[in-house]
């Protein structure tokens, strides 16, 4: 019982953590790392040993997962060569860097594992980057290249680690073939099960007609890939990507109409818990991190300072002529002009790191080949002391730096316009459908569906006019909301006085639950 009141425990941590930082106006990743940085010096809390394995097949996929399944194809297909150059390009870039200062501050370390270190703080976190950018309410394409470098970058991140890896606990070394053949296995097995996933999942989706069970089928889906990837020593980050960008890409021709918003729902509360859960046990692990780290004080200070700079430099460094380089190809910039300089800047500043870099830490071997050891204490510290820096430094000024450097927004009313546009085709679709279908049907159920289909064109086009005053719309929302409250009350009170039985008062709630949920979706565009 004592494991399973700690889980509990945390997560109500977590839950109140994340509910703090929404009523303070705060981003919650950060208030949940420094509440667990607050947490782990508290004698009496019990302390929570991070496993990397659990990190990376119970917690990573299904976060992958669902932000695959929420990403645009179209659009992440639009910005393949940012995200590429960020995801592949830059991880690397970063690894090396890092990996050559430290090896120059501890030149007795062998290469290979301080390019493993490297490996480790290279990619930002995918969790941290969805979270941070969408709370400070990025431009869309900033959001995209973001979310996009994150669900990649993990999987080249975790092919070098694992090669480094191997590079110094084999005595006989790792040849080029062997590092090609490696990340041949690693990406491309993990493209074809992520595929193969697609293929399965999709039908056995396109079959089942319970949103029940495409509920749990949903659950199961990132694990199951995981688990095949990993059979084959593929990378499993890959596979659950691709399965997660197809799947989300099909999912309305896939799934029924109530499926697709329980499972919405579903992934939304799991996200809540899982992100909660992972930031607050970043910070709990401070105190296992500093137990056995025996360096001195200014010799610590020192690297840790070096390898910081590290990893905050590297990703200007490189963001700037990844970004305006290729634009002297004339081809690349009439399809793409260079974008203003604020965009680099705070795509160099949005580097958070997370819970996979410190899972990866954690991951490192305890000595090298021959039984030989290295200051491996040392190097999950400085892990530790990135994500921390990193997330609570550059995540809690960014908001404060994307308003300084006024990004010009998304324009709003190119938004409306473009989404009445298509609402008006959508209306004359379904009035044209609605006539080829009208005969035989009461003349009062065509009325109001004709009205209907008018209500949904008009509200696209109020969105374009002015907020100065109540629209038509709106008070339909404001009264209506009324009116269901009566109901309700109505129905509450025949409920206690025995005139209906609790099934009765489920169902007529279950439908007023439903109108109201629209309304609110609806008030909230």
């Known amino acids: 019982m004592e494991p399973l009141l700690e889980v509990v425990v945390i997560l109500a941590i977590a839950t109140f953590g994340a509910a703090l930082a929404r009523r303070l106006g705060l981003l919650a990743p950060i208030l949940l790392v420094v509440l667990g940085l607050a947490l782990s010096f508290l004698p009496f809390f019990p302390q929570v040993r991070l496993d990397p394995n659990l990190v990376l097949v119970g917690i990573l996929p299904p976060l992958l997962y669902v932000a695959a399944l929420e990403t645009s194809v179209p659009a992440f297909r639009l910005n393949l060569r940012p995200i590429l150059l960020l995801a592949v390009g830059l991880v690397l870039f970063t690894a090396f860097v890092v990996g050559t200062v430290v090896h120059l501050l501890l030149p007795g370390v062998p290469y290979g594992i301080c390019l493993a270190l490297g490996a480790v703080v290279a990619p930002p976190d995918a969790v941290a980057a969805t979270a941070v950018a969408r709370r400070v309410g990025l431009p869309r394409r900033i959001v995209t290249i973001l979310e996009g470098e994150s669900l990649v970058n993990d999987a080249t991140a975790l092919v070098l680690l694992r090669v480094a890896i191997v590079s110094v606990t084999t005595a006989s070394g790792v040849g080029v073939l062997d590092v090609g053949r490696e990340v041949l296995v690693a990406t491309g097995g993990g493209i074809l099960v992520g595929l193969l996933g697609v293929v399965v999942f999709g039908h056995l989706h396109k079959r089942i007609s319970d949103a029940v069970l495409d509920n749990a089928l949903s659950l199961i889906v990132p694990f199951a890939v995981v688990f095949a990837a990993e059979e084959i ?293």
Do not use: C
Request: hydrophobic share 50%; glycine share 6%.
């Open 233 to 525: 020593h593929a990378s499993g980050v890959v596979a659950v990507v691709v399965t997660g960008l197809g799947i989300g890409h099909k999912l309305p021709l896939l799934m029924s109409a109530a499926s697709r918003l329980q499972v919405a729902a579903f992934w939304r509360l799991i996200t809540f818990l899982l992100e909660g859960l992972v930031f607050l046990l970043v910070g709990l692990q401070l105190r296992e991190v500093l137990r056995d780290l025996d360096e001195p004080v200014g010799r610590l200070v020192w690297i840790t300072v070096a390898v910081l700079l590290a990893v905050v430099l590297t990703r200007f460094v490189w963001l700037f002529p990844a970004t305006y380089l290729a634009r002297l190809v004339p081809r690349v910039r009439r399809r793409d002009p260079a974008p203003p300089v604020q965009v680099p800047i705070v795509l160099g500043w949005a580097g958070m790191r997370g819970v996979v870099t410190l899972a990866a830490a954690l991951a490192l071997p305890l000595t090298l080949a021959g039984d030989r050891a290295y200051p491996r204490q040392l190097f999950v510290w400085l892990a530790f002391a990135v994500i921390v820096v990193t997330l609570v430094g550059q995540g809690a000024t960014l908001p404060a730096v994307a308003r300084r450097l006024k990004l010009p927004p998304d324009d709003p009313v190119r938004d409306a316009l473009s989404a009445a546009a298509v609402q008006q085709q959508a209306s004359r679709a379904a009035r044209e459908r609605l006539e080829e279908l009208a005969e035989g049907a009461p003349a009062a159920v065509v009325e109001r569906l004709r009205g209907l289909v008018q209500s949904r064109t008009n509200l696209a086009w109020e969105r374009l006019g002015g907020t100065e005053r109540e629209t038509p719309s709106q008070a339909y929302g404001r009264l209506r909301q009324e009116m269901i409250d009566a109901e309700r009350e109505v129905f509450r009170a025949a409920r206690d006085s025995g005139k209906i039985p609790e099934e009765v008062l489920v169902r007529a709630y279950r439908d007023l639950d439903l109108e109201e949920s629209l309304l609110r979706q609806e008030a909230d565009r």
